[in-house]
């Protein structure tokens, strides 16, 4: 039985933005009226607001908190996202699509990944891509919900959005502040400690008032001010796996392709570049390697790679790839940006706060702020981190473009043993290997191994006959039959927007 006496009182979270108001709002929701919420933060200091695509699992935030999906998205000038399309990645010219969702519906035992390859090796030329819904509702610019009946390929995908960061940051204050949560508007001086417990005592303002609470949530971003400004826990570089340490920044207006319903990630010489299709523009950028491309360089490769006319100026970010040594920290939990930095290569920013702030609520503490629950939380934070950064530098290693260093230096560096063992099984027999708490399913790793034409060497041995040649052809053509038929049947995405009255005004 819980001790009441040590319940904690206030919480004060430090810093806004996506992370802060995405605390403020799953705080106030789960805890209501039982503890005190305030949330410091300057509108002198700006928000890096980059992180405007997202993955599946924002679905399952908004709908905890009883946010309408059509309300989200007015809102937010949000779109829907079926996922990724990887343009000059694995080499110029080639271009794969990493879908949300399956490839298909089993046809028996074996992978469709693998009846696919069969189906390949016996001629068929049907594109992998082909058999995801995801990618057939994708290319046609089409999307409508996916339908609750297991027996139609219209049950295998999934999918998330596409939003502008600012106004969602704007729409959960809205909500946090209906249920209480106090904004104060200032800028952090200092950050004492208690001198016998170590804890985070206060957070003390430019003007002079200080803000006590029992439990800091840090938010302040890249500047981690108070979990390493205060605490010093220290931070573990991956730059010698994610090379790409600075970006830069510009929304336009819509032009190209439109508002499609997926983002679009291209290859360039030092590095990367986004798009990201929203209801009044699009957002753009290039994740670069400074080593490699200077910043005016990378801005003239962006505004040259533009759909429409730029809406700003281009903005500069700068960050070390890695994680924080601990996300928590005595009294002190660091959530968003201020907990580590990993390129939004495949959109896992703002799914990485929604996680921190699940795991504080699973192990919420009291005031003796014991040790076990910390530490479990910081292993479970950890594994997390490492299971994405893999994810993310398998797309660096299997390219094999050796057009520019950046590309040269990826393809022959040294990874991780966790994700050697990952290639190497794929590599021999295009078998998936998973571990816990992997983010990002088979279907995902298929599709970035396919996609970056890391092809097995040899079939699954339940594929070793010309029979099993023929029925992987047959069943692959009836499958992308299947899928171009009902991707076809599905509304334009804009007039879905407009359907379920999600369209902004």
Not at 94 to 100: A, D
Request: charged share 20%; glycine share 10%; aromatic share 10%.
């Amino acid at each position: 039985m819980s001790d009441q006496g040590s319940a904690i009182r206030s919480v004060a979270i430090v810093g806004g933005g996506t992370a802060g108001w995405m605390t403020a709002a799953a705080l106030s929701h789960a805890l209501g009226s039982r503890c005190a919420i305030t949330l410091v933060e300057s509108e002198e200091i700006g928000t890096v607001g980059v992180g405007e695509a997202t993955i599946p699992p924002i679905k399952l935030f908004n709908d905890t908190l009883g946010i309408r999906e059509a309300d989200f998205l007015r809102e937010t000038k949000g779109t829907f996202k079926l996922g990724i399309e990887f343009v000059d990645w694995a080499r110029r010219g080639h271009r794969y699509f990493h879908p949300f969702g399956t490839f298909g519906k089993p046809f028996d035992l074996v992978a469709v990944h693998q009846h696919w390859l069969a189906a390949r090796a016996a001629g068929s030329t049907v594109p992998l891509d082909d058999l995801s819904m995801a990618w057939g509702a994708a290319k046609r610019g089409r999307f409508a919900g996916p339908m609750g009946d297991p027996r139609s390929v219209a049950s295998t995908f999934d999918y998330a959005y596409h939003f502008d960061a600012g106004l969602y940051a704007a729409f959960l204050r809205r909500y946090a502040e209906a249920r209480g949560v106090v904004r104060i508007e200032g800028k952090v001086a200092d950050v004492p400690l208690d001198g016998e417990t170590g804890n985070v005592a206060a957070v003390t303002l430019h003007d002079g008032r200080r803000i006590d609470a029992d439990l800091f949530v840090d938010c302040t971003g890249f500047r981690g001010l108070l979990i390493e400004g205060a605490l010093a826990t220290g931070y573990e570089d991956w730059t010698h796996w994610l090379p790409c340490d600075r970006a830069v920044a510009v929304p336009c207006a819509t032009g190209g392709d439109g508002m499609t319903p997926y983002t679009r990630s291209t290859a360039r010489e030092a590095g990367w570049q986004w798009r990201i299709p929203l209801q009044h523009r699009t957002g753009n950028g290039y994740v670069y390697c400074s080593h490699h491309l200077s910043d005016d360089e990378a801005a003239a490769t962006l505004m040259a790679n533009l759909d429409g006319a730029a809406l700003a100026e281009p903005r500069f970010l700068r960050f070390t790839t890695g994680r924080r040594r601990q996300f928590w920290n005595r009294n002190v939990v660091a959530i968003g940006l201020s907990s580590g930095f990993m390129e939004p290569l495949e959109s896992t920013s703002i799914h990485l706060i929604q996680t921190g702030i699940a795991k504080l609520l699973a192990y919420f503490p009291t005031r003796a702020f014991d040790p076990l629950p910390i530490a479990e939380y910081n292993r479970v934070a950890i594994t997390e981190y490492e299971r994405i950064r893999d994810f993310l530098i398998l797309h660096y290693k299997l390219t094999q473009r050796d057009d520019a260093p950046l590309w040269r230096d990826c393809a022959a560096m040294q990874i991780p043993e966790t994700l050697a063992l990952k290639i190497a099984h794929f590599r021999h027999g295009g078998r998936l290997v998973t571990r816990d708490m992997d983010l990002f399913g088979p279907p995902s790793w298929a599709a970035v191994h396919l996609g970056q034409l890391n092809d097995p060497l040899s079939l699954d041995p339940l594929l070793d006959t010309s029979d099993d040649a023929a029925a992987s052809r047959s069943f692959v053509d009836r499958l992308a039959g299947a899928i171009g038929a009902m991707a076809q049947s599905m509304p334009a995405h804009a007039a879905y927007l407009q359907q379920i009255g999600a369209a902004a005004e």
